[in-house]
Nanobody, 122 residues
């Protein structure tokens, strides 16, 4: 399984970005997927997750109401729409999949993309 994240960049505070993560390779089924981020000097943290069907989502408190995760299973792609960005959202964002599982989750991810960098200027 390979995961390719894209869409990062530099944006002003209050702006928006949309990240995309596309799966390829031996991708079995529509598994639960998620987004994580790691800011400089900090540990990686959960941002949000989506179930295999796309019917359930889960978000970290820090992004709830501002970020939205969606997916297009036909294209093996998930999205992270980020609105009202803040300087504290600056980080490298990673997508991940929890192979063999379909329910939305915070933990249990085993395949990771390479990350895309998001910088929010204040």
């Amino acid at each position: 399984v390979q995961l390719q994240a894209s869409g990062g960049g530099l944006v002003q505070a209050g702006g928006s970005l949309r990240l995309t993560c596309t799966a390829s390779g031996r991708f079995f089924g529509d598994y639960a997927m998620g987004w994580f981020r790691q800011a400089p000097g900090k540990e990686r943290e959960f941002v949000g997750g989506i179930s295999g069907s796309g019917g359930s989502t889960l978000y970290a408190d820090s992004v709830k109401g501002r970020f939205t995760i969606s997916r297009d299973n036909a294209k093996k792609t998930i999205f992270l729409q980020m609105n009202s960005l803040k300087s504290e959202d600056t980080a490298v964002y990673y997508c991940a999949t929890a192979s063999g599982t379909y329910s939305v989750r915070r933990y249990g991810y085993d395949y990771w993309g390479q990350g895309t960098e998001v910088t929010v200027s204040s």
